[in-house]
């Protein structure tokens, strides 16, 4: 199997955290549900540009995307391709209780799971209504185990998403993933294994 995973563009969801972490914020200015934050205008550019490195390349057999409309928005606009598949279980993490918060936040307002995740560490700990990595990693492995082998296949997803399919693909421990994780897997990256063997990891050359 050739595997290419692709970060969504740069989102206006990012934007609001990266303002709400900078100010020392508590709660990040983002007014949509998760699955419906929309690429900013500098997404947009990143997409394009993913666009023409995948232009000259074999194109997918198959073209798959989290339903999150920053993912939709980055492959569609990357590929133009007509036949993309939406699979429910490439979203993002759900964060639950969580959702909005930044860490400053989620200390001031819930230091019990500020602690907990402390204490269980990040792959294990699950949020009130939400899921852990690990929760992810079950639903990811299979869709993993559905794709056809002997193709060429695309996906469109997020950080979390991508960093977990390296765990299963490589084989890795929870302390491998969560040294590698420290790395933030930049907006529209591009990921690829042909084989189970990494061809390239985090690549944002084509976005200069």
Known sequence: MDLTLIRHGESTGNVARELAMRSGAEIMDIPERDPDIPLSQ????????LGRWLA????????????YLRALETVRTATGHPGIRIDERLRDRDMGALYRLTPAGVKARFPHEYDLKESVGKFYYRPPGGESWADMALRLR?????????SRILI???DAVIILIRYIVEGL??????????LPVAN?????????????FNEVSHLI
Not at 56 to 67: E, I, K, M, N, T
Not at 173 to 182: D, R
Request: aromatic share 2%; charged share 25%; hydrophobic share 40%.
């Open 56 to 67: 000259a390349q074999h194109p997918p057999d198959l073209v798959l995307s989290s339903p």
């Open 142 to 150: 299979a869709v993993l185990s559905d794709l056809p082998r002997d």
């Open 173 to 182: 421990s929870e302390a491998e993933i969560m040294e590698i994780e420290k």
């Open 156 to 158: 469109s997803a997020h």
């Open 188 to 200: 529209c990256s591009i990921s690829r294994w042909v084989d189970g063997r990494q061809v390239m």
């Open 42 to 49: 500098r997404g947009v550019r990143q997409a394009q540009l």
